[in-house]
């Protein structure tokens, strides 16, 4: 009897259960409403009890000490049911939101690695069409004049774009050719801005095969250059120099400037920042670029750890 | 009868292309070739030309700036690679910009539109609206250039102390005393970060890192005293102005 009564208990308590975790999988309720829940359980409950009632009085109809035993026992029954089925509820709430929560979790991930990736992109992207256009106009001066020079200067503009548009896929590149296409891009400036700039890179052959991110020094350059050229009117020298320091490759580029004119607070501008920004998106430091300026001539270093 | 022009561009490519195209017009001569502002500001003071073809992008003060420092400036055609700021200003106020690089019809269309404009356009007038419109929308608004004597001398906004009204001139007043700039008070006001700078009377506009305190002055007027020492009137208006800038 004992064993009838508890199974046809325990089987409608199960079902109770299964249902309230399946009506949780589909619908969780807002933090606000769980107050209901403590309704729905309630009512389960009842109708759980209320089924059992009926099932075993028809069954045990004629036996009247179960009746009574029945009864007596409803309210510690329906109080158990109630717990049980409490327990249940309250733990597929929690699981259910935390496996929503960690859901959520790769989502926002994987949207921030989206973005990064894209930001990377662009960052790499970067090129001015001031240069594009004044590159396209010295071509044009010298197809008249020097129509050699002309072509040469074509075919460099066009491997240093043809590198731009490459090197996006492999984000990594040996120091020998990083600065193999930094030297196509100084080449054209140096055309378009005759004796006015002169350049010179200095270092170790043996630093040849450490690894920088594809295209982060002409940004650089580009900052040194234009720093340079435009804050006097004078000639002026940019050079670059590599190192190894402990596990870093270590770049230094310097070029003059005029310190009573410009504002090194907001004058390391034009290209740095996005220099800065690259890195951090890369090695999660921000001191990776540093600038001092002293007297004339402005410093710009970067460190790139090495793996 | 001949007309004399000048070119003024930092690359030497960019000179002699417009050199090349001069060449087919009989009637122009190139008085001189400028590779930067200060030797434009010269060779216009020298030549008095009739017309420049002028770069944007140069060494220490771009085009924009030379103008500014030219007493009456002659008609000018802009010649620029990529200055998207400044479209909207040439195509109100510009005689014709040419975008780089440009061939020689097109070189020729501006040159045409110059001569239709010589005889009934007030050059001076447009290129002086021109500027106006541009330092509105020029990204960065960080100096002030001024010719001092025959030198020129680039003032970094932050190290401006204050400014006063001087008839049609604007003195800034720096450490080095105060140098004559041929603005408005109106146009700086407009042109100046309100942050930073705040127009405290009628006649003056104080950057507001200078300020160390502010003193009543005679009956509902202020002074504020500056950094340097200086007193700069604060009118009726002008101190709430400051004070609620000031958070005071």
């Known amino acids: ?307 | 009868m001949s007309s004399k022009v000048i070119i003024i561009d930092d690359e030497p490519l960019a000179r002699s292309i417009v050199i090349e195209y001069i060449q087919n017009f009989p009637d122009l001569v190139v008085s001189q070739v400028c590779s930067n502002g200060y030797e434009g500001v010269k060779a216009i003071q020298q030549y008095k030309p009739d017309l420049i073809i002028l770069d944007i992008q140069m060494p220490k003060i771009n085009g924009f700036e030379m103008l500014e420092l030219i007493e009456n400036p002659p008609a000018v055609i802009f010649a620029t690679a990529f200055d998207e700021y400044a479209i909207k200003a040439f195509e109100a106020h510009a005689i014709d910009y040419l975008l780089k690089p440009f061939n020689q019809d097109r070189f020729e269309k501006a040159i045409k539109k110059w001569r239709e404009q010589k005889n009934n356009s007030n050059s001076e007038k447009q290129t002086k609206q021109l500027l106006d419109d541009v330092s509105l929308t020029a990204p960065q608004n960080q100096r002030i250039v001024i010719k001092d004597g025959s030198k020129i001398k680039i003032i970094p906004i932050q190290d401006v102390h204050y400014l006063e009204a001087a008839d049609d001139f604007v003195k800034v007043f720096t450490k080095e005393g105060y140098f004559l700039k041929n603005k408005t008070m109106g146009h700086f006001e407009q042109v100046l970060d309100p942050s930073q700078f705040v127009r405290s009377h009628r006649s003056y506009i104080i950057n507001l890192q200078q300020i160390t305190r502010i003193d009543p002055y005679e009956k509902d007027n202020h002074v504020a005293i500056l950094r340097s020492g200086a007193k700069v009137p604060v009118s009726r208006t002008g101190y709430p102005k400051l004070k609620s800038i000031l958070g005071l």
């Open chain 1, 1 to 307: 009897m004992a064993i009838v009564d508890g199974a046809i208990n325990d089987a409608l308590l199960i079902f109770a259960c299964l249902l309230v975790i399946m009506m949780l999988h589909y619908y969780l309720p807002q933090k606000e409403k769980y107050f209901h829940l403590l309704t729905w359980c309630l009512l389960i409950t009842v109708i759980v009890i209320l089924i059992t009632k009926v099932i075993l009085k028809n069954i045990y109809a004629s036996n009247e000490d179960y009746i009574i035993f029945f009864n007596r026992s409803l309210w510690v029954r329906s109080s158990l049911d109630f717990l049980l089925l409490g327990c249940v509820i309250l733990i597929s709430v929690i699981w259910y939101n935390w496996q929503e929560q960690s859901e959520q979790e790769t989502r926002k991930q994987d949207a921030e690695k989206l973005s990064k990736e894209a930001e990377l992109f662009k960052l790499r992207q970067q090129l001015q069409p001031h240069f594009l256009f004044n590159s396209l106009n010295s071509i044009n001066a010298l197809i008249g004049s020097r129509p050699q020079e002309a072509r040469k200067m074509v075919q460099q503009l066009s491997d240093f774009l043809r590198g731009t548009i490459k090197k996006e896929e492999h984000q990594w590149v040996t120091l020998k050719e990083e600065l193999q296409y930094l030297q196509l891009y100084l080449d054209i400036e140096k055309v378009r801005f005759g004796h006015r700039l002169a350049t010179s890179i200095e270092y170790d052959e043996s630093l040849d095969e450490l690894k920088l991110p594809a295209l982060l020094l002409q940004p650089i350059m580009e900052n040194a250059i234009k720093f340079g050229l435009y804050d006097t009117v004078d000639e002026i020298e940019i050079s670059l120099k590599a190192v190894k320091e402990e596990n870093n490759l270590v770049i230094t580029v310097t070029n003059p400037f005029d310190p009573e004119t410009s504002t090194p607070r907001q004058g390391t501008g034009f290209g740095l920042q996005s220099v800065q920004r690259r890195l951090y998106l890369l090695f999660a430091r921000n001191d990776l670029v540093s600038t001092e300026a002293k007297e004339n001539i402005f410093t710009t270093t970067i460190k790139i750890p090495q793996a």
